[in-house]
């Protein structure tokens, strides 16, 4: 699959493409014209992401696709009208607990959202406790694997190194570095990146991976250090893992030292939504793996992309997993029947099978992660604006 320029083809679909969006996606989940019941009792649905710090913007565009959605549904999940409590997640992980806890007091009956890795695991435990399903809507550690109330709708944390690394083991020369920022979603990434070339048998090509402090909005030298080492090590390429605020200043900080952006490889989230408003054309040649973009063919993405640039611009990654979890809440809260509560919604999130999403189709598996593409981007042109566009496949993983 090739870049092309969409902007063209997406004013062609106009209004047309929202029509097939409401068609598709909307109150019956399985695309049948048969009417379904509607409900007045109302669902009270959590939304706790980012509303300060440098992840905030991630979180904007979680809640950006998640009411996207709505608006093909006249606003309900299951046939019931759905009442919004949204709380900030925060820049920590006692901040996301906090915003957990004034959730259950509101008596949500499921939670969709957390940016953050180590927020993730910090509201784990509660969310088990309390048995209320929760649909995590960006990357999520490894290691939180079988926990029975927690759904993603992004992926696992080592995916983007994996689906990457086996491209970088395969299809570049000579060595590569690593530098990472020093949390759940660095370290995991780089265990999927390690994996990869374990298997490719080219382990020898990675170099010591280069850690940085935790810090969602580093100051303008705070990547010195680091970049001074991948210096020294001559490396053909270079990975990295950053995101939100840390991904901007990370990239403006490695082309301040004079270092090539097209030997610069990353996940997705490096290039993303506002970080690549931002960077602007410097980020031009970058590349990352990812498992959408806004380009991708196929009926549901043309239209949710003709909608949600009317309404936001620029779709992304976020986007689509706050999408896609309001229509998985959609299809399991319409399997309860009519009477749905926590636990019968987390039981039927386990029963209802294909997803049509504007990244295609996908469905969970056995550890409530999708299985889904993955592509590699290139940061380039498209027409008048800059865009990650895709240069091939990257295999299916999940």
């Not at 940016?115 to 435990?125: C, K």
């Not at 992926?155 to 759940?184: C, K």
């Not at 390429?237 to 939100?244: I, L, M, S, T």
């Not at 940061?379 to 895709?390: E, F, H, I, S, W």
């Amino acid at each position: 699959m090739v870049g092309f320029d969409r902007r063209t083809a997406l004013k062609l679909l106009g209004a047309a493409g929202v029509a097939g969006l409401a068609s598709a996606c909307g109150p019956d989940p399985s695309g049948s014209e048969t009417a379904l019941p509607l409900y007045d009792s109302h669902v009270r649905i959590g939304l706790l992401v980012p509303g300060t710090g440098g992840y905030k913007p991630i979180g904007d565009e979680i809640l950006n696709g998640f009411r996207r959605y709505l608006r093909t549904t006249g606003n309900r999940l299951g046939g019931h009208p759905v009442v919004e409590e949204e709380a900030d997640e925060g820049d920590s992980p006692e901040t996301a607990q906090e915003g957990l806890a004034r959730l259950l007091d509101r008596e949500v009956l499921a939670v969709v959202g957390v940016a953050s890795s180590a927020a993730m695991m910090a509201v784990s435990s509660t969310v088990e406790e309390a048995h209320l399903p929760l649909i995590g809507a960006n990357a999520s550690p490894r290691d939180l694997q079988g926990v029975p109330f927690i759904w993603r709708t992004s992926y696992l944390n080592p995916e983007p190194g994996l689906a990457l690394g086996r491209h970088l083991a395969a299809d570049t020369t000579g060595r590569v570095a690593i530098v990472a920022q020093d949390d759940l979603t660095g370290s995991d990434a780089v265990a999927g990146l390690r994996e990869a070339f374990a298997t490719a048998q080219a382990t020898a090509r990675l170099a010591e991976p280069v850690y940085t402090p935790n810090e969602s909005q580093p100051g303008p030298d705070a990547f010195a250090g680091a970049l001074a080492q991948v210096r020294s090590l001559g490396a053909g390429v270079v990975f990295c893992v950053y995101a939100g605020a840390a991904a901007v200043e990370f990239v403006r900080q490695y082309l301040d030292a004079g270092l090539d952006p097209t030997r610069l490889y990353a996940p997705g989230y490096l290039t993303e939504g506002e970080a690549l408003d931002e960077l602007g054309e410097s980020a031009l040649g970058i590349r990352t793996a990812a498992n959408y973009a806004a380009e991708l063919r196929g009926a549901a993405n043309r239209s949710f992309a003709v909608a949600y640039r009317t309404e936001f611009g620029t779709p992304t990654m976020y986007a689509v997993a706050g999408y896609d979890a309001a229509a998985a809440l959609d299809a399991a809260i319409r399997l309860t029947g009519g009477d749905p509560d926590p636990r019968q919604i987390n039981l039927m999130l386990g029963e209802i099978g294909l997803i049509d999403s504007p990244r295609g189709r996908w469905q969970f598996n056995q550890i409530r992660t999708p299985t889904q593409k993955w592509y590699l981007r290139e940061v380039g042109r498209d027409g008048p604006v800059l865009a990650n566009l895709v240069l091939k496949e990257l295999g299916t993983l999940g």
